[in-house]
Every structure is written in C-alpha cells, then in structure tokens.
C-alpha cells in the first residue's frame, strides 16, 4: 500500500475534486479501489487547513490525475454502484419484516429461510435484508448472539464497499453495532461497535426518517458502556435511548428500548422506576408473545423484588415464570439465564437452602464460561453464600479466580470484586481489622473506576460491619454515614435493614446497648416479615449475644436456642461478636429511674420507628409491618387495615378477624385513600395514643413509598389498586384528559407530582395524541392554575412576525407597530404559556427565548431595558428535536434548556383502554343540548378497537364527530354509522 500520510501538494487534486472523483462510492469501497484505507479518502476530502487534512502523493496521485482526465479503464476502478431492491423482492420481504416488529419469530423465521433458499432474491440488498431479519431474530429472539454474526458476517463487506441499498446498509451497521456490544466474550468488542455506530451515523444523515435505526445504535452505545463497566461512558449515553424512543413505532422494538431505559435508571439509582419498568416490560413482552425479553425482564423483576425485601418464594415464582419462557421460546442459554440464577440463589439463601443455591450459582457459572465472560456478576451472590456458611477457604478460591482473570471484559471491575472478596474472605475468618481496611480498599478501587454502584454498596455496607467487629468506634460512624447517604440515593429495604443491624452492632461496641437492641429488633422485625430465615436467624443471635453482654439472667438459655437454630438451618453458631474493647452495656444511654414501672411510653415507639421507615419498602409490606408492630405492642389485639371509600363502603387490606373493632382510628395515605386502623380488645392506658401515632406513621410511609414509586399497583394484592372513577372529588377536574389505560393513568401521576415545580416542560408525542390536552392539565394541575394560560402556536405564525409576536413591541417599533402589544410572554405573567410545535421555532428566535428561560427576561421590540416575567414555559413538537440540532436547525443549548422534564403522550394505538373512553366523551361533547347523547353499540366498539388509529386522538374525535353530522341522531351509534373508513 502506498504511503500517502505525508501532508504534500497535490496539485489540482483538491478535497472538491477528490469527492467529485468518488462519486457515489461509499469511502470505504473508494478505498478499496485505490488500495489505500478509508481514513485516508477523509483525510483528503478535509479542508486543507484542517490539521489531519492530506494531500494524496506518489502513485496514487499520479492514479487519480489519470482518472481525473479520463485515462484509466473501467477495469482499474470498477464502477460500483448501489442496487436497489425489486419490487417483487420487496413485495416478499415486507411481510417477513413485519412478523419480527411483532416478535412472531418462528413464523418470520421460516418465511425468510424459504426465501433464501428458493433464489428468489437476486440483489445483495435483497439477501443482506433477509440476513438482517434472520440475525436480528436470533440476537433478540433467541439470544444466540453468534448464530446472529455468522448470519450477518457475509454481508459487512458488501455493506463496507457500498453494494447495498443505503436504508439496507443502515440496518446492517446498526445490528452490527448490536452484536459487537452483546454481553459474549467472544463478540464483545467496543471498538468495533463504535466504528459501526460511526458508519451508521453518516448514513443517518441522508435518512433522517430512520427512527428504528437510530434506536438501534443509541441502544448499542449504551450496552456497550455498561458491558465495559464505566459509568462515566453510561452517563455520557443516558437518556439517549429514551430520546430516540419517542419516534419508534415497532412494538418489538419499543420494549427492546424500555429495557435498556430501565437498566439505565437502575445503575443512576433511581430503583423504584427501574423496578415499575422491568415489570411493565416483561408484562408487555407477554402480551406481544416475546419470550426473550419476557424472560430477561421477569430475572430482573425478580433481583429488584429482593432489594425491595419481598419474600423469597415471590421471587422464585418469578423466576420459574422467566425459565418457562425461555424453554417456551427456545432460547440459548445467555445473560438472562444467568441473572435469572443469580435471584434465584439469592432468595434460596434467604430460605437457607445453601445447597440449592450453590447448585443454581454453579449451573450460572457453566454458562459464564460458555460466554467467556467476566465471573464478577456472580460474584456478591456467592461471596454472600459462602459467608453465611462460614466457608473461608471457598471465599479465598472465588478471590483468586477474580483477580487471575484475563479477559478484556470489565477486567478493571472484576479486580476491584476481587478485592472485596478477599475482604469477605478476612471477615468470615474473623480478622476484622484486616476485612476493614479490605473492604476501604474495593470501595477506593471502585471509585477510581468511576463508581460502579453496585459494588460501592456492598463495600460500604460490610466495611460498616467490620468495623464494628473491630471495634472502631469512630471509623465505623464515618463509613455508616457515607452507607446512610448511599442509600438515600440507591433505596433498598433489604440492605436497610442490614444496615440497621450492622448499626446495632456499632452501637453496642459504643456502650448504647438499649439503642442498639432497638435496631436490631427492627432489624429482625424486618427480615421475619420479608421471610429471610437465615438473616432472622443470624440477627437472633446477635441478640442473644447481647443479652449475654447485658447480663441477662436467660441469655445463656437464648444463646443455646440460637445455636440450635443455626445448626438446624445449616449455619454455624455464631461466636460472640462484642469486641473486648467495648463499652460496658448501658454506658451510652440513661439509665431508668428508680421504682419505674413497666408500661407502654415513647420507648416503646422506637423499634416500630424503626421498623416503619425502612426505606425501600413497598405498600404491602408497610401495611404487613404495621400489624405486626401492633400485634408486638398489644399482644392478642387481632389488629387489621381497611380502606374506606367516599361512600362509607369498607375494604379490607391486611387482618383476618371477623370480630369488630373496640378501637379504629382513620388516617390517609397522602394520595387519596383514606384507611382505618383498628384493634380488637382493650388497651393500655396510653394505647389509644399509641395507635393514633402508628397510623400517623404508617401513613406518612405510605406516602413516601407512592412518591418513590414502590407503591406500584400488583394484580391480586390488596391494598395496591388505584383510586377508582367512583370515589368523586379526589382529583382535579382536567378538560378532555381521559385516563382509563395504565400509561395515561401513570401520565397523570406523573403530572401531578409536578405541581410545585416551576420546571420547563417538553411534551412530546405524534401528532394529534393530545399534547395539548396534557400542556393544559400540566397547568390546571399547578400551583398557578388560578393564573393565565396562554397557548401560541410556532408553526403559525409568519417568521417576520415571530418576534414581535413572542416578547412585544412599543408603538412605533417598526412600520404597522400602532399600538403597544405586550407579547404572548408578557400575556402569561405569573401563569404557564403553551409554545406548540417548538420545532418549528426559526433560529435567530432562539437565543432570545434562551435568554427568557435563563434570566426570566423579556426584551421587547424598541425597548431599551429588559421587562421581567415569570412564566411557565410547557413546549410541545411531534419533531425529533435532537435530529433537528444534529441538522444545525435547533440551537442545542436551548434543546438542553428544554429538556428539564420531557413527557411523552403515548399514541392511541398503545393505550387501547383509552379508545371507548375517549369515543364515549366526544359522544357527550358533540351531542346538542338538550338531547340524550347516543349509545355505542357492541359492533361499533368493535370497529373501533380494531382500528389502527395512526391519527391517534384526533382522527377518533373526527370519526365520531362524522357519525354524529348525519342526522336525525340514532338511539345507538353502530359501525354502520361510525364510517371510520371515511
């Protein structure tokens, strides 16, 4: 090859001659004529006072001279042109193509093999599409990444030198991207994915419409950041799938995408989302028949369960639901398999089933090896397990297996895990000091590697535990807060209850022994109710333990019951953990006054304190705890929790007894519903009070788990449904905001939680979803709803006149400026102007609403000083606004300035539950005055179920107003009337 990166003259061989002589060659098939590399063609075709600008030299010069003036044959540069498909080859692609947008895999599958097979395809386009299909079904139908780029190995070179159809060539690269970003050792390769995105993205130029495409490659990036473990790459990516999202139809693809968004939330902490969206993913991908993603999901579902403390059993369900999906869309054995495992061994530890699990860890680990794969994804699970059996040695094995591994997968990562078992290792060998300073160590490692979550919180949860064995009193307070924080951000019942006991512990070696005991019983409280044997059991003798320390008379007689307990289950008695360097027991915390009796006062409130504010916990679970604190403080009480409706009507949420209550008290959850807490059989002299508290607390926790989004309705648990349309006067009325599907349900929650914001708001969606509808309920639903709404339309307005007709003007501004006119900004002070269409904002407008967003200033026309106002800004566009930055038509630091909080209006085809609504409340709004509106009759339900509705919203509005133009209006509209065809 010709060495040609020496900058020279060229001579008349300029960067526009040089494009003008490749044509409509990609770079890479130019290249490849000339015998020099792709990189190489860019360079020339750079300006030549770029710094990588070069000059082509030598004999390739020379080559190009003689093609410029005509001199070489066809033979020497082969004239290579794009083929586009047949007609009849598209005719007998398209339905193929469809099946797999509806996950009909087996289906799409042999239609595309007889296509293949029959030569009926006789354009490279037309074979690479059908090899596309075939891979992309094997990738996210099969999870057989490899079949998947043997299928598409075959067609990258044609897609290199630019044989194929551009939107062809554009789904090659970006399943290219895909499968060199797919979590196999033997794939995996970053480089590789990125060069495929970057290919893909210049194609994306030309073919701005290809919104699957371009979701394609945002979900590669983003898998290929969180493969390498490096969360400064996740942020960089975050949030770009969610953008592209917006625009893609395949219903398939939708929920590829939503699993992605809910991974992301789950690494940013934001756990509750996370959660609500694996379960909706996998409930989607039920409905559609996607076995894949409905597998992968529910494995998830069930790992975000056990941080959410659910017992053991609920998780082994949902583990045993993702095999028989897997098994029942034949899938090979992939990731999936191996988080499904990794839950599963997590909730069998739980139950004291260490055999079990080790075999589900084992059977996970085959798998890893297949995948040639970094061992650190099992690694807490197992290091977990073989700390609760006290097996050091095991601990030390998986250690060096970490820290031998040789992969190019996350290899940092998985040395930082290793360090952290080495620290497991100590602490089950009982060197605490020396698992301390360990753990400190794995967390540091892991800081430095941009802070994998994950590990920072296992290695800050049991640095805490360690210190306390050692009995470093102020060591230890220092890491419990950076734990506390942690966990703010990262909210998990079940490490919240680990730490209250590991606190316990610290508390003890500080002398603060009633404290202490507090929390561990809650600690306990927490574990029993959840189901988790083995931490109920090892907590139990901690306590034991403490009342040794105590010098309690039946301490001895707890310690044998606790010994028993753990050789029962398969767990060794624990020794004393309380380090000789403790405080003697009470040295910390008041002693009680003389002759002071036994009786129920505010010492008796801390450990159901404790026990009901475990952060992370969702509704069930708080009202399981609340009756279980009762039934502790006012033992045979048969306490229970009942909702009562706005019409007095009783349901009952937790409490089996029959008997009425002696004692109730109402209390509200913070979101509508209204409880009632009761018991049955008298109290203490200061028990009314005390249940007066209890429901008080309970329902500021039932508040914080809505707010936090753990109070996520479950199908068949009490005390989960949603405010029904019966219960009247509990929402604020919004125009023509019909909500009967989950989506725009959840839509109106989420609007809701806005209503003290004064945030910029971006609403997106197709045209005639209703985003207008949901600008006007963002402001009926704020804390300025009383205050002016202005609506203004950027697609209406002259470009001449914009300016004026957004900030104002002075009489005398221009010619035709009569009168003052204080704009659209100035009309909405101290209320929410509407900016609809956004997108079509012209750009020297831009910088100046810019300025209003920022500043909350207005500068009109032939003023001399800015005006302030104080205006809610809600935009609208059905445009893809990070196209129209990467076109140069959107300011992108507006775009970002937009984007504070961006809603999505879901189509009308994805909320179905909507359509009747909607039909039967245009009904009521188009039927005259004075007359009875008519009935929809079954057929025409029917029809409009069955219909697409790709006007969305306002194509169903015309239909219904169209039915109703002919009179004399019929008793009952049928499908005869509904002319939804036109």
Known sequence: MESIEEKGEGGELSPEAIRALRGGHSRAAFARML???????????????????????????????????????????????????????????QPCLDRLKRAEWRAAEEELLTLLASGVLKTPGARALAAVGLSHLQRWGREDSRGALATLLPHLGEAEMGLLPQGVELQVHALAANLYASPDGKLFDAVKSDAHVARAEALLVETPDASDARCL???????????????????????????????????????????????EEAIRGETTQATRRFREVAQGAARLGYAFLEARNLAFLAQRRLDEACEPEEALLLVRRAREAAYGGRMARGFSFIFAARAEAEALIRLARFTEAEAALDEAD????????????????????????????????????LSS??????????????????????????????????????????????????????????????????????????????????????????????????????????????????????SLGTFRLSGDVCMAAFTRSLLAWLSKHESDPAADELLAASDAELRRIGMAPQPNFIPATARPAGSGSPAPEPGATARLGSEALVVPFERLSVRGMGAPLIQRELLGVLEGLFPGCAPRLEEVDSQGRVTVLAGLDARPATDEVEFGDGCG???????????????????????????FALEVATLRGFATVEPGVPGTSEPTSEEPGRETELPGFIAASPSMKRLRAELSRLSASRSTVIVTGESGAGKEVVARAVHLLSTRSQRPYVAFNCAAVPKELFEGQLFGYRR???????????????????????????????????????????????FPLGETRPVEVDVRVVAATHRDLGQLVREGRFREDLYYRLQVVPVRVPPLRERREDVVALARHFVRQLT?????????????????MAHPWPGNVRELRNVIERSMAYGPLPAVLGAKQMRIAG
């Not at 650190?376 to 197992?382: E, G, M, S, Y």
């Not at 300073?437 to 805490?464: H, K, S, V």
């Open 673 to 699: 519903r209204r409880l009632r807490l009761g018991v049955v059989g008298p109290l203490p002299v200061d028990g009314r009070a005390m249940l007066t508290l209890l429901s008080r607390l309970g329902g």
């Open 35 to 93: 015998g020099v590399t792709p990189l190489t063609v860019y360079r020339w075709e750079l300006p030549e006072d770029a710094p990588q600008a070069r000059r082509p030299r030598g004999r390739v010069a020379q080559a190009l001279k003689q093609l410029q003036g005509g001199g070489l044959t066809g033979a020497r540069l082969p004239s290579l042109s794009r083929q586009e498909l047949r007609p009849e080859e598209s005719q007998r692609l």
């Open 366 to 401: 085959a798998v890893v090896e297949e995948l040639s794969w970094t061992p650190l994804q099992l690694a807490v699970t197992r290091a977990k397990l073989w700390l609760t059996v006290n097996r050091p040695a095991e601990l030390r094995k998986l250690a060096s297996r």
């Open 405 to 522: 591994y040789d992969g190019n997968i996350q290899r940092s990562l998985t040395g930082a895990y290793a360090l952290f078992v080495e620290a497991m290792a100590d602490l089950s060998e009982g060197t605490a000091q020396r698992a301390a300073a360990g753990f400190a160590a794995a967390g540091a490692r892991g800081m430095e590697l941009g802070g994998w979550p994950y590990l920072r919180r296992e290695c800050l949860l049991y640095e805490t535990a360690a210190r306390a064995y050692a009995g470093q009193r102020e060591e230890g307070r220092v890491v419990l807060r950076r734990t506390r924080a942690f966990l703010e951000r990262m909210p998990s019942a079940w490490h919240s209850a680990l730490l209250h006991r590991f606190e316990g512990m610290l508390l003890v070696v500080e002398g603060r022994t009633r404290e202490a005991r507090d929390l561990l019983e809650a």
């Open 217 to 263: 490659l945002r979900m590669a990036q983003t898998a290929g950041a969180f493969y390498l473990g490096e969360t400064e790459r996740v942020a960089r990516y975050s949030g770009r799938v969610a953008e592209a999202l917006t625009h893609v139809t395949d219903p398939a693809l939708r929920l590829l995408a939503e699993d992605v968004c809910a991974h």
């Open 928 to 944: 005259p005055e004075g007359q009875p509106p008519p009935q929809l009759g079954s057929d025409a339900l029917e029809a409009l």
């Open 812 to 858: 005398g501004a221009f010619t035709g400026a009569a009168s003052d006119h204080p704009g659209v900004l100035r009309a909405a002070h101290g209320g929410t102007l509407f900016l609809d269409e956004i997108g079509e904002l012209p750009l020297d407008v831009q910088p100046k609403l810019l300025r209003v967003l920022e500043n909350g200033e207005v």
